[in-house]
């Protein structure tokens, strides 16, 4: 006798072979949206990591009783995700104003309306001390260390995260500020060498662990890991510009403009200040109109 039975089974095998295949083939599906049990989903940079993780996630739970879930990358590798909707987000923070300007307009497909300027990091040279090169770190140019043989240096990439982008235009401002013609080639190589070249929200646990001798980082994250870190001259030094913003549709809007109000504000800037970050004035760029009152009222607040 036929059985609707059957069909179904058939049916729910199916789903779920697919379903593996997807996985299996490494295709990334969308997290669920972010407004069940009260969650808020921010996508961040990845040299935030430990200021979000464990400084103003656990700060806002807190604060809010809503809870929030972050995800961290390289800002630039972010937004090509939000573009191509690979992966949904309510909040975002990036390093770099460009980034949110590849992501304004109906071009761009109006993702961001606005977004505000809160801090800044500068470059540095991070080095773990206990690396056979940490003497000649202390004692020489950092610059004539770094071709030494043998030594292992990390960077993020310049395709998809602002600091690899700032690290190879910092060595490009090297080679004029020290003399030395060729530098930047005899340091990095071309700008996506694989032999550097790693994952942002890796970096720093590499250089912790002894997988590499040196890095480049923002000094928010040298200062939060305790890494010691070389100060480069001020016509060399490039910064990071944190900036953040509300996705359009955002899933969980309300608990977004709860998260970035905490994060602009007295409490959120105490935890920025204890992990090193140097907060700045905010700065509005964009429709204000979009802006919500209670972000807004700080931005008031900072005139």
């Known amino acids: 006798m036929f059985s609707m039975i059957e069909p179904a089974r058939r049916f729910a095998k199916l789903s779920l072979l697919s379903g593996a295949g997807l996985l299996a083939a490494g295709l990334s599906l969308l997290p669920a949206p972010a407004s ?4 808020v989903n921010v996508l961040y940079a990845g040299s935030l990591v430990n200021l979000m993780e464990h400084g103003v996630g656990p700060a806002f739970d807190k604060a809010s009783g809503d809870t929030f879930q972050g995800y961290a990358g390289g800002s ?3 937004a090509n995700q939000i573009k191509g909707k690979l992966r949904q987000g309510d909040v975002f923070v ?4 460009k980034v949110n300007d590849s992501l304004m307009g109906a071009a761009n497909g109006d ?3 606005w977004y505000i ?3 800044q990091s500068p470059l540095v040279i991070g080095y773990n001390a206990s690396s056979k090169f940490a003497a000649d770190l202390k004692t020489k140019p950092w610059y004539e260390v770094l071709q030494e043989p043998g030594i292992r240096i990390g960077r993020t990439d310049p395709k998809l995260d602002p600091k690899g982008a700032l690290t190879v235009t910092l060595m490009q401002q090297a080679e004029t500020f020290y003399k030395s013609p060729g530098l930047s080639e005899k340091i990095i190589g071309a700008p996506d060498n694989p032999a550097q070249v790693l994952p942002e929200e890796t970096l720093v646990g590499r250089l912790q662990s002894g997988q590499l001798d040196v890095g480049f980082f923002y000094s928010t ?3 939060d890991a305790k890494i010691p870190a070389i100060t480069l001259p001020a016509d060399v030094t490039l910064k990071a510009v944190y900036t953040v ?4 549709n955002a899933p969980n809007a309300d608990g977004a403009d709860k998260f970035v109000a905490f994060l602009l504000g007295s409490d959120g800037q105490r935890v920025m200040k204890e992990h090193g970050l140097g907060v700045q004035k905010l700065t509005l760029t964009g429709d204000a109109n979009g802006v919500p009152k209670d972000v ?3 931005l008031n607040q900072a005139k």
Not at 36 to 39: E, F, H, L, N, V
Not at 94 to 97: C, K, L, V
Not at 245 to 248: M, Y
């Open 94 to 97: 990036s390093a770099s104003p």
């Open 221 to 223: 994250e040298t200062a």
């Open 36 to 39: 069940a049990a009260g969650k």
């Open 76 to 78: 630039s590798g972010l």
């Open 111 to 113: 993702w961001v309306s």
């Open 245 to 248: 913003t509300i996705l359009h």
């Open 117 to 119: 300027t809160f801090a």
């Open 296 to 298: 807004q009222a700080l």
